[in-house]
């Protein structure tokens, strides 16, 4: 009952589903005992901060039906408002408040602008509109080098709690330390899972019901009496508001920010992916197709040296097994889950195990 | 005398519509306008020369984009990975007959040109064929799913170029004879943008040939203008639309050589990087016009460059400055087409 409240009712509906949500979950929580070494660490981090991020694209693509190509413009924002902050106000509580506050004071005036501008033209145009915003969003911090540190970006320091320096306590704990490091991965990880629960709950209010009528059919549910110009700003706002939030996650946990980490067309492209192929319009595809995601990102590509260097004689599968072109894959995957899937792997698996019922 | 008034009230009867000039005089009065912001003279004449160039090629590139719109609602945004193949093309065509391109003939460089040219176009026009039944056609009518499947389309795309060429950028130096520029008084023009500009004037004069001179040209209008009118009159427009898909992408094939060749260096991303340029300029020019679309894409090539020496800090955001006064002035783009 309190899961059912905690989840909104909105619960997973497949038994592998739960199954592999309960294994993302725990996976993230023992990363730091389970797996040792920076690299897993990162990676789990990486994942926590791609579930906000993806689930709050989702909200706006897979809930509402637009296609935006501006949202890691609003997770840079996150993450520059955080680094900017700590490296001038020095790495104190005060300054991520700062800088997280004013980042997504910025994030929803400007997608509130965005969204009241150009929200009534069509799904094509939309899309058009944002990428050239966010092109140009990204020439500016990188011209305003003054205060984003250009190409090079920030590195900064963060309170004492979260740095590696600070220590809990004398005796490492099952093999671990227990450093500024790993309170900052648990916080990450905490917060992760309120902010997703919270849209989880977004979703499955009456107002997610409205935003997902306006996906299915615009016009009827303007028949009905809402208006979908501003369900939809509504809509962008918030996903914007968390988008930010995942930026400012992003920037504490590396402790530094340049564009490459949270600004650049790359991350948008990968964030297209993970919802397409976790599954649009449930929350869980995100988590699902983020964690895939990053997983292969960091690990296909040795799977696919081990494969490449078997093929080394025949010139064309060796090149395409080249661990550098595992986005091609991941490319041809996403093509082939609009056409065939296009609810993902999480729609799949509600629709098996409503089959089986 | 007589013969004249008497047939005309057949003519008065039906309402002439008289072609809209005012986005013409746009470019003569931003050249104009410059002048004095310029300051010299010959470094007026090399801008604006540097920018006709630019705004060519992305003309070049960005009309089979337009019309595709045009015609079927359907927005690639996988047309940066036909600019993509077409320059890569160029490297390797280039790069066989380096003997040709480094001699000092005219002729022997165009023999080397052309070729590449002519591959380039063949291949992306192929590509293009296998592009539009394979990523496209499953997704006519669903805007969302087309954005998207384009996008991955263009993904793909690229990584199979990683896979042939390489991740790395290529050089593409430009063959000897259109290297080094021309002297007019003080002004400087480079060789190569001349030769721009007039191969961008071949294809907007082949193109305006075509669109209003053939029947293939008044169908792909009217297509154009109300698709379904067309249909019921018996043409199938779908593969009026594959004809021009073809058309586009061997076009941006072709801008692919010669924005590679302007760029001197070839690196995967080139496609795309283009991409947002070629929204902006079919925005301005009215989504599926190809003369808007014309006069955008100079436009654009103009003010990058007269903003490039004039301020360069906003030079990186002039396209879209432009874009947003160009809308505030005309919502709908330069020449609004159709219901649209």
């Known amino acids: 009952?309190?899961?059912?409240?905690?989840?909104?009712?909105?619960?997973?509906?497949?038994?592998?589903?739960?199954?592999?949500?309960?294994?993302?979950?725990?996976?993230?929580?023992?990363?730091?005992?389970?797996?040792?070494?920076?690299?897993?660490?990162?990676?789990?981090?990486?994942?926590?901060?791609?579930?906000?991020?993806?689930?709050?694209?989702?909200?706006?693509?897979?809930?509402?039906?637009?296609v935006s190509f501006a949202h890691t413009m609003f997770f840079g924002i996150g993450a520059y408002g955080v680094a900017i902050a700590l490296n001038r106000m020095g790495p104190t509580w005060t300054a991520v408040a700062v800088g997280a506050g004013s980042a997504l004071l910025l994030s929803l005036a400007l997608s509130l602008v965005i969204g009241l501008f150009s929200l009534r033209v069509k799904a094509m145009f939309y899309a058009m509109i944002t990428l050239a915003v966010a092109t140009a969003f990204q020439t500016f911090a990188s011209q305003l080098s003054e205060f984003t540190g250009g190409e090079d970006g920030l590195t900064f320091k963060v309170p004492e709690l979260l740095s590696p320096g600070f220590s809990l306590s004398e005796h490492p704990f099952l093999g671990v330390s227990l450093d500024g490091r790993l309170i900052a991965f648990y916080l990450l990880v905490a917060t992760t899972l309120v902010l997703f629960l919270l849209m989880l709950r977004i979703v499955n209010s009456p107002f997610g019901r409205v935003l997902q009528a306006i996906r299915e059919n615009a016009f009827r549910a303007e028949a009905l009496g809402y208006r979908t110009v501003v369900y939809r700003t509504y809509s962008n706002v918030l996903s914007a508001g968390f988008a930010t939030l995942a930026g400012a996650l992003l920037a504490l946990w590396l402790r530094y920010n340049g564009p490459d980490t949270s600004l650049s067309f790359e991350i948008m492209i990968d964030i297209l992916l993970m919802v397409v192929i976790g599954g649009m319009g449930t929350l869980y595809g995100s988590v699902v197709g983020a964690t895939l995601f990053i997983l292969v990102q960091n690990?296909?590509?040795?799977?696919?040296?081990?494969?490449?260097?078997?093929?080394?004689?025949?010139?064309l599968v060796r090149d395409l097994l080249h661990p550098d072109r595992w986005l091609l894959w991941l490319g041809i995957l996403f093509v082939l889950s609009v056409y065939r899937f296009p609810t993902g792997i999480v729609g799949k698996l509600r629709a098996k195990s409503r089959a089986k019922a | 005398m007589n013969a004249a008034t008497t047939s005309t009230p057949a003519l008065d009867a039906l309402p002439t519509v008289r072609p809209d000039r005012i986005p013409l005089l746009l470019l003569p009065v931003l050249a104009l306008a410059a002048i004095p912001l310029v300051g010299s003279f010959s470094t007026w004449v090399t801008l604006t020369f540097a920018g006709l160039a630019m705004g060519m090629i992305i003309f070049i590139i960005a009309s089979g984009l337009t019309l595709v719109f045009g015609l079927m609602d359907v927005l690639n945004f996988g047309h940066g990975v036909f600019i993509t193949l077409g320059a890569f093309l160029a490297t390797s065509v280039l790069g066989r007959m380096a003997g040709w391109t480094e001699s000092e003939s005219l002729a022997r460089n165009l023999l080397a040109v052309l070729p590449a040219m002519a591959a380039a176009m063949l291949v992306a026009g192929g590509v293009g064929l296998a592009f539009e039944r394979l990523i496209i056609r499953p997704v006519y009518g669903q805007p969302l799913k087309q954005i998207m499947i384009t996008m991955g389309g263009m993904i793909v795309g690229v990584e199979l170029i990683?896979?042939?060429?390489?991740?790395?950028?290529?050089?593409?130096?430009?063959?000897?004879?259109?290297?080094?520029?021309?002297?007019?008084?003080?002004?400087?023009?480079?060789?190569?943008?001349?030769v721009s500009v007039v191969v961008g004037l071949a294809v907007f004069a082949a193109m305006f040939w075509v669109l209003s001179r053939t029947k293939l040209g008044l169908l792909i209008r009217a297509g154009v203008q109300d698709r379904e009118m067309v249909e019921s009159l018996g043409y199938r427009i779908g593969r009026l639309f594959i004809g021009v898909f073809v058309a586009g992408s061997a076009l941006a094939g072709l801008g692919?050589?010669?924005?590679?060749?302007?760029?001197?260096?070839?690196?995967?991303?080139?496609?795309?990087?283009?991409?947002?340029?070629?929204?902006?300029?079919?925005?301005?020019?009215?989504?599926?016009?190809?003369?808007?679309?014309?006069?955008?894409?100079?436009?654009?090539?103009?003010?990058?460059?007269?903003?490039?020496?004039?301020?360069?800090?906003?030079?990186?955001?002039?396209?879209i400055l432009l874009m947003v006064i160009v809308l505030m002035w005309r919502p709908e783009g330069l020449y609004p087409v159709g219901k649209r």
């Not at chain 1, 905690?6 to 199954?19: F, H, I, K, Q, T």
């Not at chain 1, 690990?299 to 010139?315: C, T």
């Open chain 1, 1 to 66: 009952m309190i899961l059912r409240r905690l989840l909104s009712g909105d619960l997973p509906r497949s038994r592998v589903l739960a199954l592999i949500l309960l294994a993302i979950l725990a996976g993230l929580l023992l990363t730091p005992f389970a797996f040792p070494g920076a690299k897993a660490l990162n990676v789990a981090a990486k994942v926590c901060v791609f579930i906000v991020l993806v689930s709050s694209f989702d909200l706006l693509l897979g809930y509402t039906g637009i």
């Open chain 1, 299 to 315: 690990y296909l590509q040795d799977l696919m040296k081990l494969a490449s260097e078997g093929m080394a004689k025949v010139p």
């Open chain 2, 162 to 194: 990683k896979v042939i060429w390489g991740a790395q950028a290529i050089p593409l130096p430009l063959p000897v004879a259109f290297r080094g520029s021309l002297l007019f008084g003080e002004a400087a023009v480079e060789k190569y943008r001349l």
């Open chain 2, 256 to 319: 692919g050589v010669m924005w590679g060749l302007y760029q001197q260096t070839v690196t995967p991303e080139m496609g795309g990087q283009i991409n947002v340029l070629l929204f902006i300029v079919i925005i301005i020019g009215g989504m599926g016009s190809v003369g808007g679309c014309f006069i955008g894409s100079l436009l654009v090539g103009l003010v990058a460059n007269y903003a490039g020496f004039l301020a360069p800090k906003v030079a990186l955001f002039s396209n």
